[in-house]
């Protein structure tokens, strides 16, 4: 069943324009890893689904689960399922991060008709998704991403996404800056969520992440355009030749994406 | 009667109000008692209302307060009710002392103090033993300091008498809640509060000042605050007075060796407000702490100033005021930190921070250091800033909406003085007090 279904999107960031023409079509079930060479619109496609005041969409539809993600505000598309992962996650001093997600998982709940959990419940919750991630208690009682290092900042976008249990999970970089050990656990707390109603989008720069998060389809992302898709040999190639070879492909793909 | 000193219009209304009073009180009085009130009366006209040419009142206007005249508040307690006096006291528990137009009020007090330990209406006291006052009354709010202290000093009648015993520890909060209501007239009360806190004993005070919603009155109130040796003092300030209510406050306080003294000024209420702390550290080893955190909104001004003036070596400040603006409010803060040439090893930090809600809200900040010591430890910030857009985004990608994402920043920005806050019921009266003015302040102001 189709869950994203992206049209021929155009998005600006401050008036420039970044994203010209994506074609995406995501099933329930699957995971898409999309890379790409810095600057290729990976990172503004991410942000753009997720609802970010600052990217403009001037031209094309995104459906996801039939209905119209772009009319809907940020908090909607959070409470309707989508969950994004970000690049830099914000440290947000004096907000407890145990009360922030408790609130973010109640708007949810509240949204989707449930019970608001109390707070013994919810304590019960983050202790069981906290294991898997390696969450300790001490981040929790923290402020939001305050004094965390940037591996800890990942871990914690990844266990609030295994709390908040979105539908469809756009994970921005979240490999980047990551040491080995920290890479494996952020990759289990993605794999623990693969299901066959939840579809994973992965945006990464390097193919290590899907060694770990092995992807059914894999995009190229160039000039704001997909180049090129595949499975996950397509990944591999990219390893070992690096984005250049696919340059004359972009350039046929996208005359008018020069700049 | 002969009056020493030339009136001006501003002050002339006061001085014939002087007059009446003393006429009326005097041939009961202790002579030291009529003095002091002569000393301030005479400052206040001799120095009148400070103006904008004034160093210390440059970005604030006391116009609304001298260009009309307060008469002088009446006993009277007209509309004032049990719930709303509650409401306004919180359920902080312990001992409390209410206090309407500057008169004692007893049916709104409660009892409960453990032995030794005294708090009365400052007019009982002096009447029944003004020599246990004699010694600190006006000796460290010195009448010619600051014209609203020696108008207060003039008109010094009654207020709260604090007494803690050497080595006396208080562990239930003392309250003292000085209420304004005064429907007909625009009046003022000079309430003064003078707390004496023994060697090596323990309190904590709660002074809150409060009148009904739309009242016109002035509050011109002076607290003195002595820490005696190896003491530890903590005291609230909660100012919720009326929105078209003048506040000016002002506290002295002086503490000896070793002595800890923490003031949490919170200011919610008022048109136009005017804090005054000035803490004397006058013995060595002291540690001070100043924190206080404002709300104002619509065309209101609330000015903090803080001095600390540290005499002796080895004592250590911290200061942290933190603001919260929006419409086209508008706030003052000056912290002043004196570093005396003897006072060695001092340790001193000052932050202050203010969050403008609105492109029409305005604060001026300053921090004033003056350090003749070389040996010391002295810092200081201002920021100034918005609510952080990043932010906001974050946590409405998480399924916040906007007002609960701005809810929950501002929250958290007043949660730095909020949660040094050490008397539990207090704490989450302010933070509910705090939730509920929000739906308003937090929103731009084109929403409005």
Same mark, same amino acid.
């Given at each position: 069943?189709?869950?994203?279904?992206?049209?021929?999107?155009?998005?600006?960031?401050?008036?420039? $324009?970044?994203?010209?023409?994506?074609?995406?079509?995501?099933?329930?079930?699957?995971?898409?890893?999309?890379?790409?060479?810095?600057?290729?619109?990976?990172?503004?496609?991410?942000?753009?689904?997720?609802?970010?005041?600052?990217?403009?969409?001037?031209?094309?539809?995104?459906?996801?689960?039939?209905?119209?993600? /772009?009319?809907?505000? *940020?908090?909607?598309?959070?409470?309707?399922?989508?969950?994004?992962?970000?690049?830099?996650?914000?440290?947000? $001093?004096?907000?407890?991060?145990?009360?922030?997600?408790?609130?973010?998982?109640?708007?949810?709940?509240?949204?989707?008709?449930?019970?608001?959990?109390?707070?013994?419940?919810?304590?019960?919750?983050?202790?069981?998704?906290?294991?898997?991630?390696?969450?300790?208690?001490?981040?929790?009682?923290?402020?939001?991403?305050?004094?965390?290092?940037?591996?800890?900042?990942?871990?914690?976008?990844?266990?609030?996404?295994?709390?908040?249990?979105?539908?469809?999970?756009?994970?921005?970089?979240?490999?980047?800056?990551?040491?080995?050990?920290?890479?494996?656990?952020?990759?289990?707390?993605?794999?623990?969520?693969?299901?066959?109603?939840?579809?994973?989008?992965?945006?990464?720069?390097?193919?290590?992440?899907?060694?770990?998060?092995? *992807?059914?389809?894999?995009?190229?992302?160039?000039?704001?355009?997909?180049?090129?898709?595949?499975?996950?040999?397509?990944? /591999?190639? /990219?390893?070992?030749?690096?984005?250049?070879?696919?340059?004359?492909?972009?350039?046929?793909?996208?005359?008018?994406?020069?700049? | &009667?002969?009056?020493?000193?030339?009136?001006?219009?501003?002050?002339?209304?006061?001085?014939?109000?002087?007059?009446?009073?003393?006429?009326?009180?005097?041939?009961?009085?202790?002579?030291?008692?009529?003095?002091?009130?002569?000393?301030?009366?005479?400052?206040?006209?001799?120095?009148?209302?400070?103006?904008?040419?004034?160093?210390?009142?440059?970005?604030?206007?006391?116009?609304?307060?001298?260009?009309?005249?307060?008469?002088?508040?009446?006993?009277?307690?007209?509309?004032?009710?049990?719930?709303?006096?509650?409401?306004?006291?919180?359920?902080?528990?312990?001992?409390?002392?209410?206090?309407?137009?500057?008169? %004692?009020?007893?049916?709104?007090?409660?009892? #409960?103090?453990? +032995?030794?330990?005294?708090?009365?209406?400052?007019?009982?006291?002096?009447?029944?033993?003004?020599?246990?006052?004699?010694?600190?009354?006006?000796?460290?709010?010195?009448?010619?300091?600051?014209?609203?202290?020696?108008?207060?000093? #003039?008109?010094?009648?009654?207020?709260?008498?604090?007494?803690?015993?050497?080595?006396?520890?208080?562990?239930?909060?003392?309250?003292?809640?000085?209420?304004?209501?005064?429907?007909?007239? +625009?009046?003022?009360?000079?309430?003064?509060?003078?707390?004496?806190?023994?060697?090596?004993?323990?309190?904590?005070?709660?002074?809150?000042?409060?009148?009904?919603?739309?009242?016109?009155?002035?509050?011109?109130?002076?607290?003195?605050?002595?820490?005696?040796?190896?003491?530890?003092?903590?005291?609230? !300030?909660?100012?919720?007075?009326?929105?078209?209510?003048?506040?000016?406050?002002? &506290? %002295?306080?002086?503490?000896?060796? =070793?002595?800890?003294?923490?003031?949490?000024?919170?200011?919610? #209420?008022?048109?136009?407000?005017?804090? =005054?702390?000035?803490?004397?550290?006058?013995?060595?080893?002291?540690?001070?702490?100043?924190? #206080?955190?404002?709300?104002?909104?619509?065309?209101?001004?609330?000015?903090?100033?803080?001095?600390? =003036?540290? +005499?002796?070596?080895?004592?250590?400040?911290?200061? &942290?005021?933190?603001?919260?603006?929006?419409?086209?409010?508008?706030?003052?803060?000056?912290? !002043?930190?004196?570093?005396?040439? =003897?006072?060695? !090893?001092?340790?001193?930090?000052?932050?202050?921070?203010?969050?403008?809600?609105?492109?029409?809200?305005?604060?001026?900040?300053?921090?004033?250091?003056?350090?003749?010591?070389?040996?010391? !430890?002295?810092?200081?910030?201002?920021?100034?800033?918005?609510?952080?857009?990043?932010?906001?985004? %974050?946590?409405?990608?998480?399924?916040?909406?906007?007002?609960?994402?701005?809810? &929950?920043?501002?929250?958290?920005?007043?949660?730095?003085?909020?949660?040094?806050?050490?008397?539990?019921?207090?704490?989450?009266?302010?933070?509910?007090?705090?939730?509920?003015?929000?739906?308003? +302040?937090?929103?731009?102001?084109?929403?409005?």
């Amino acid at each position: 069943m189709t869950m994203l279904d992206i049209h021929n999107l155009h998005v600006r960031v401050g008036g420039k $324009p970044i994203l010209q023409g994506i074609d995406l079509c995501v099933d329930a079930g699957e995971v898409h890893a999309i890379m790409g060479p810095n600057g290729s619109g990976k990172s503004t496609l991410a942000r753009a689904l997720s609802g970010h005041p600052d990217y403009q969409v001037t031209e094309g539809e995104v459906s996801y689960e039939g209905r119209d993600l /772009l009319a809907m505000d *940020p908090e909607e598309r959070a409470r309707e399922g989508v969950f994004m992962a970000f690049q830099y996650p914000v440290e947000i $001093p004096g907000v407890n991060n145990a009360y922030f997600l408790k609130a973010a998982l109640n708007a949810i709940r509240k949204h989707r008709g449930q019970e608001e959990l109390d707070a013994i419940e919810f304590m019960a919750l983050m202790r069981e998704k906290s294991t898997l991630l390696e969450i300790d208690q001490s981040m929790l009682t923290r402020s939001v991403n305050e004094g965390f290092s940037g591996g800890e900042k990942k871990r914690n976008e990844i266990f609030q996404m295994a709390v908040l249990e979105p539908r469809l999970a756009i994970l921005d970089e979240t490999d980047s800056g990551l040491d080995i050990d920290a890479l494996k656990l952020v990759a289990n707390g993605v794999n623990a969520m693969r299901s066959p109603e939840r579809a994973i989008i992965v945006v990464t720069h390097y193919q290590r992440l899907l060694d770990y998060i092995v *992807p059914d389809v894999v995009h190229v992302l160039s000039g704001g355009r997909i180049v090129k898709s595949g499975n996950r040999a397509l990944a /591999l190639e /990219l390893e070992d030749k690096g984005y250049g070879w696919l340059e004359p492909e972009a350039a046929a793909a996208a005359p008018a994406a020069k700049t | &009667m002969t009056r020493l000193v030339q009136s001006s219009p501003q002050t002339g209304a006061y001085l014939a109000d002087f007059d009446r009073l003393v006429t009326a009180r005097s041939a009961t009085e202790a002579s030291w008692l009529r003095n002091l009130r002569r000393k301030g009366i005479e400052h206040f006209a001799d120095a009148g209302f400070p103006t904008t040419r004034d160093e210390e009142w440059k970005f604030t206007s006391v116009a609304p307060i001298a260009d009309r005249h307060f008469a002088p508040a009446h006993d009277g307690q007209s509309g004032l009710t049990t719930d709303l006096v509650e409401r306004w006291a919180g359920a902080l528990g312990g001992y409390r002392l209410v206090l309407v137009n500057g008169v %004692y009020a007893p049916q709104f007090s409660v009892g #409960g103090l453990p +032995a030794g330990v005294h708090v009365s209406s400052l007019r009982s006291i002096l009447a029944t033993n003004p020599a246990a006052v004699e010694p600190y009354l006006g000796r460290f709010a010195p009448p010619d300091r600051h014209a609203f202290t020696a108008l207060n000093t #003039g008109f010094l009648q009654d207020g709260a008498f604090v007494w803690i015993p050497p080595g006396t520890i208080v562990e239930q909060p003392i309250s003292l809640l000085f209420v304004s209501a005064s429907p007909e007239t +625009a009046s003022v009360s000079h309430p003064r509060v003078l707390i004496v806190a023994g060697d090596r004993s323990q309190a904590r005070i709660v002074e809150g000042y409060a009148g009904p919603p739309g009242q016109e009155y002035f509050t011109n109130a002076v607290t003195e605050v002595v820490v005696g040796s190896g003491a530890v003092v903590d005291h609230y !300030k909660l100012q919720r007075e009326s929105q078209r209510a003048c506040h000016i406050g002002s &506290m %002295y306080v002086h503490g000896t060796r =070793d002595s800890t003294f923490s003031s949490h000024s919170i200011a919610f #209420g008022g048109a136009l407000v005017r804090n =005054d702390v000035i803490a004397v550290l006058d013995g060595e080893g002291g540690d001070y702490t100043l924190n #206080g955190l404002y709300l104002v909104d619509g065309r209101r001004l609330i000015d903090n100033h803080t001095t600390i =003036d540290h +005499a002796k070596p080895h004592c250590g400040s911290h200061e &942290m005021y933190k603001g919260i603006l929006s419409g086209h409010a508008r706030a003052v803060f000056n912290g !002043k930190i004196i570093v005396r040439p =003897d006072a060695q !090893k001092t340790d001193a930090k000052q932050t202050n921070k203010a969050l403008l809600l609105s492109d029409d809200a305005r604060i001026n900040t300053k921090p004033q250091l003056e350090i003749f010591a070389n040996d010391v !430890k002295c810092t200081h910030g201002a920021a100034v800033g918005q609510l952080d857009e990043d932010a906001i985004f %974050y946590l409405r990608a998480r399924g916040l909406d906007l007002q609960q994402a701005r809810d &929950m920043l501002i929250h958290a920005f007043a949660g730095d003085v909020l949660n040094r806050i050490r008397i539990d019921g207090l704490r989450t009266s302010l933070e509910e007090h705090l939730l509920s003015e929000l739906p308003a +302040a937090g929103r731009p102001a084109h929403h409005q």
